[in-house]
């Protein structure tokens, strides 16, 4: 299990972690968002050791990471996969990890195998894709067969086959009652891979819950065909609703229940062909959660027009 506690890191002026506190059990595949600059990263340096805390703590089954007697066999993990020398094959590169926390050399072919790239074992990681690097450090990670892995961004570079079946191997590592924890900005990808979601912004928790908690009480919208559709819609943003043009004489109307469309619509004498609910996105409700957070927002395409 993994468990940060009021951790909180200052680098110099800047707070990039404020009084995080949370846990991941083991068992789930929970999911680390939040958005560009938020902490998700430097609560990973953490975790691993990589960086100190100003206050607070971040511990492997109870311990720090520097106190671990043989780490790889504790906790794997994944947070830059080109942070390995070029100039080494992958077998070699994985050795030499095994050496450092007395694995047997035969792991290491395992590893390679079950990441898909015995085959290019012996080429020098400098050459290698992302997608590639991305399996050697998943490989990486299992090494040591640990109970805890860490991975961040880990379907970078990936093809969809890699996709999926890096999604697989999350939910295997869960089903073995390991600990499984990802930092990930596809929400797509998290919706359909983590049981447990955990928000965070500009350092700080905003909140936790599975995608299905997170998503039940959240705000989606209303797809409505109709037999006037220019007619109804004015009619809703009479209402306060949010209307967009969908093909096929279709409005997306947000801000409105179904219930609250039909009855406008049946007042106004327009006739409803069909009247859909549609529940928030995992986007959906990442997007309003952190809307406060975003360290660099878009700008309006019209406002950087030349005159």
């Known amino acids: 299990m993994l468990k ?15 009084d995080l506190d949370f846990e991941v059990k083991p ?13 998700k990263s430097t609560t990973m340096r953490i975790i ?3 960086d100190r805390p100003t206050k607070g703590r971040a511990t492997i089954n109870g311990q720090n990471y520097a106190d671990l007697k043989a780490p790889l066999r504790e906790v794997g ?15 070699n590169h994985l050795r030499a ?35 590639m690097s991305q399996r050697l450090g998943i490989a990486g990670a299992l090494l040591g067969d640990p109970g805890v892995l860490l991975f961040d961004e880990p379907v970078n570079g990936l093809d969809p086959e890699g996709i999926r079946w890096i999604r ?7 089903k073995e009652g390991r600990t499984v924890f990802v930092s990930s900005h596809l929400m797509s990808e998290m919706a359909v891979s983590a049981d447990q979601i955990i928000v965070i912004g500009r350092g700080r928790f905003i909140t936790q819950g599975s995608v299905d908690d997170l998503t039940a009480t959240a705000k989606g919208t209303v797809f409505v065909r109709a037999s006037d559709a220019a007619a109804l819609s004015s009619v809703l943003v009479t209402q306060h609703a949010v209307v967009e043009e969908v ?31 549609e529940r928030a996105s995992l986007e959906d409700v990442f997007m309003d959660l952190t809307a406060d957070s975003v360290e660099y927002g878009a700008t309006n395409l019209g406002t950087i027009h030349d005159e």
Not at 8 to 15: E, V
Not at 27 to 39: A, E, R
Not at 262 to 274: D, K
């Open 4 to 18: 940060i506690d009021h951790l909180t890191k200052h680098y110099s002026d800047t707070l990039a972690v404020d």
């Open 27 to 39: 068992g789930v595949v929970t999911g680390f968002l939040g958005p560009n600059g938020s902490g």
């Open 48 to 50: 691993l050791g990589l």
């Open 77 to 91: 993990a994944l947070l830059d996969a080109k942070a390995v020398h070029p100039g080494r094959t992958a077998r």
């Open 97 to 131: 990890l095994a050496a450092s926390n007395q694995i047997k050399m035969s792991r290491v072919e395992e590893v390679l195998d079950f990441a898909g790239i015995g085959s290019v074992a012996n080429k020098k990681v400098g050459g290698f894709s992302l997608g």
């Open 168 to 174: 697989e191997f999350f939910r295997s590592l869960a």
């Open 247 to 277: 093909n096929d004489h279709g409005l997306s109307v947000s801000g409105l229940t179904s219930d609250e469309v039909g009855t406008a619509a049946f007042a106004a004498g327009i006739t409803i062909f069909e009247l859909t609910p």
